[in-house]
């Protein structure tokens, strides 16, 4: 289970949601009703721009419009955790999407679209690449050929934050872990090393990354990744939406389990084993 500090229906804008709702195709999440197009993919491109809700710029209509279907979203995402969009993703296809190994160096929470990087791991001048081609609010995926040397630290992480990249997740190894495990900057990484290679350039930016082939996972440009303390874990673009939705259920769901345990109901009960003990 993950964090369930907020019901799934408290997420939402109820009054402003409610005039969102009207003249949309809804679906019912439990006793919720949402706006499913809420909950695709383009959307986090709105949180990517620099046009967000934060700003003071005057909006038209259209704009406000669509940050209120995203706003849902990225309340969603702000409050559910790897392990929810796991277990969504499972009940819907049989796969968790965990990228396992992968381990959180500074405790900190990242999610949104990919940007591939692959070079090996005496390159991290092709990460230097990676951080050019992302937008605001991207994850940097970097896959190496191994965790002989480190292809991150200080600088790229300084450099990636002032530029408002969500995160780094790399398939091999980073180092100067004084700095990052105290950094605000989001890495994930399999490895950690002192040593670095040279700043070559060579790797390739914005291809198709396989990293495993059993289960097959293809990481592609566009796919979403969400990271936290408990882990990493991939959604391939086509499956976000679906995904998503199904994570709003599991929270609404969690969210009435706890409230059940609270009045003293065994959680054995709860989920339907209590009838199976003799």
């Known amino acids: 289970m993950g964090k369930s500090k907020l019901s799934a229906k408290s997420l939402l804008n109820e009054i402003s949601y409610k005039k969102h709702l009207k003249n949309k195709k809804t679906i019912l999440v439990n006793d919720l009703r949402v706006c499913k197009e ?3 993919i383009k959307n986090l491109d709105i949180l990517e721009s620099e046009n967000s809700q934060k700003t003071e ?4 209509k259209k704009q406000i419009k669509e940050e209120i279907g995203f706003e849902n979203l990225k309340n969603l995402l ?7 969009i796991s277990d969504a993703l499972n009940k819907l296809t049989r796969r968790d999407g965990v990228l396992k190994g992968l381990k959180s160096v500074n405790n900190k929470t990242a999610y949104g679209r990919v940007v591939t990087v692959e070079s090996s791991s005496d390159d991290w ?17 970097i896959k190496t050929n191994g965790p002989s040397s480190a292809v991150w630290g200080e600088l790229t992480s300084t450099c990636s934050g002032e530029k408002g990249i969500a995160g780094t997740v790399i398939w091999g ?23 670095a290679g040279n700043a070559l350039g060579l790797g390739k930016v914005n291809i198709p990354i396989k990293i495993s082939e059993s ?16 882990g990493v874990v991939h959604v391939p673009q086509e499956l976000f939406c679906d ?36």
Do not use: H, W
């Open 57 to 60: 710029k005057i909006k038209g």
């Open 215 to 230: 289960p097959d996972i293809i990481i592609k440009n566009g796919d979403f990744i969400f990271g936290d303390k408990s």
């Open 38 to 40: 809420d909950f695709e």
């Open 243 to 278: 995904v998503m939705i199904k994570a709003l259920e599991i929270k609404a769901n969690e969210t009435n389990i706890i409230s059940e345990i609270k009045k003293g109901k065994p959680l054995s009960q709860i989920v339907g084993l209590k009838d199976k003990i003799e």
């Open 78 to 84: 702000d409050n559910t955790s790897s392990c929810q």
């Open 173 to 195: 190894a980073t180092r100067d872990i004084n700095f990052v495990s105290e950094s605000n900057y989001p890495v994930f990484a399999k490895e950690t090393i002192p040593n």
């Open 125 to 141: 001048g092709t990460s230097l690449l990676g951080i050019d081609a992302c937008k605001k609010g991207n994850i940097l995926f």
